[in-house]
């Protein structure tokens, strides 16, 4: 999770090399290194700015490079389970509708 760089107006020219499509509506999780000296909190603050759903902060142990250790890989994959289910669980009306496979959407989309 870095990206967001460092301040000014590098962080205009950097929120537009992340993303230059629409706002993201969906709900998004930055993942950063506890000691990344390369990523400051206003550039953490740019990612948040491309969604309007919810937007969640999660600190890996290490520094900008933590996937490199197995320990944050773990906790990064765990995380992210964790997260995908808190989300499959609560948006699953929606998923199910969202399915090109249901026979409610196909009859909506003839």
Not at 31 to 60: A, M, N
Request: with cysteine.
């Amino acid at each position: 999770g870095s990206g967001a760089g460092g301040g000014g107006g590098e962080e205009a020219r950097d929120k537009e090399a992340m993303w230059d499509g629409p706002t993201l509506l969906c709900p998004m999780t930055i993942y950063v290194g506890l000691q990344d000296e390369h990523t400051s909190e206003k550039g953490l603050q740019g990612w948040q700015q491309l969604s309007i759903g919810p937007c969640q902060l999660q600190r890996l142990p290490g520094d900008h490079f933590c996937l490199e250790d197995n320990k944050s890989r773990e906790h990064l994959l765990r995380s992210i389970g964790h997260t995908l289910v808190g989300h499959l669980s609560r948006h699953s009306n929606w998923i199910t509708m969202a399915h090109p496979g249901n026979p409610a959407r196909r009859d909506r989309d003839n």
